[in-house]
């Protein structure tokens, strides 16, 4: 009921091109699914974040794409790039609760 | 902000010593919270406060671990006896409401 599905594991993508991760969640009562993004050695960083109130929020190339009546939700990158090679976790928290982490997603885009 | 700022960045211990983690949140932050992070279990949550109170500390492995927070701006994580099972990324994050977590750099613990 806790889990956030996360896939792929791992996902190579070529300059240009459009990078997808999928998540899928069980608790109807999450109501906050952030993305994270984690460069080697450093900590994770909030790359943006979306409530189900509406079905997709984007910032620059980065898209949240969010269907609640099938509880799952995807991050798209347009575009990528190099340095858009990192982990990318996906998260779910209900108000008032902790944070729950999917198991994370390596991208590597090659030029 | 300097954001959420941890020390020591790499810790490298002996198996049975105790070692103690520090995190300054960012100021004006409600919750803090301790994560770690290994390959095998991905990120996993130890324990989070809201307003300098533990409010759930369920992802604690064992009684080896203990953490406070003594005011808003100071968080400890000890561990007495480390263990090798313990080597891995700790980090230490806060929030000013639910959801928008900032993380620290992390410190790489190592128990040989």
């Known amino acids: 009921q806790q889990q956030v599905k996360q896939s792929p594991q791992s996902l190579i993508v070529q300059k240009g091109g459009i990078s997808i991760i999928n998540c899928a969640y069980e608790?109807?009562?999450?109501?906050?699914f952030p993305w994270y993004q984690q460069f080697p050695g450093k900590g994770p960083a909030l790359l943006i974040a979306i409530r189900p109130d509406v079905s997709e929020k984007k910032e620059g190339r980065f898209t949240i794409s969010f269907n609640k009546s099938a509880k799952q939700f995807s991050l798209h990158i347009m575009d990528s790039q190099p340095g858009d090679s990192a982990t990318y976790f996906c998260?779910?928290?209900?108000?008032?609760?902790?944070?729950?982490f999917g198991t994370g997603t390596r991208l590597q885009v090659f030029p | 902000d300097a954001g959420v700022i941890q020390s020591p960045r790499h810790e490298v211990t002996e198996m049975g010593q105790e070692v103690t983690l520090r995190c300054k949140p960012i100021s004006g932050h409600d919750y803090l919270f301790w994560y770690r992070q290994t390959m095998m279990r991905g990120l996993e949550l130890l324990i989070y406060?809201?307003?300098?109170?533990?409010?759930?500390d369920s992802g604690m492995p064992e009684d080896r671990f203990s953490a406070k927070m003594p005011n808003a701006s100071f968080s400890t994580l000890k561990i007495q006896p480390s263990e090798p099972r313990d080597s891995a990324v700790y980090f230490c994050?806060?929030?000013?409401?639910?959801?928008?977590?900032?993380f620290g750099q992390g410190t790489r613990l190592t128990v040989v």
């Open positions: 998260a779910a928290s209900a108000t008032g609760d902790k944070l729950i």
């Open positions: 994050a806060s929030s000013p409401s639910w959801g928008g977590a900032f």
């Open positions: 608790n109807t009562a999450f109501d906050y």
């Open positions: 406060f809201n307003n300098n109170v533990p409010i759930d």
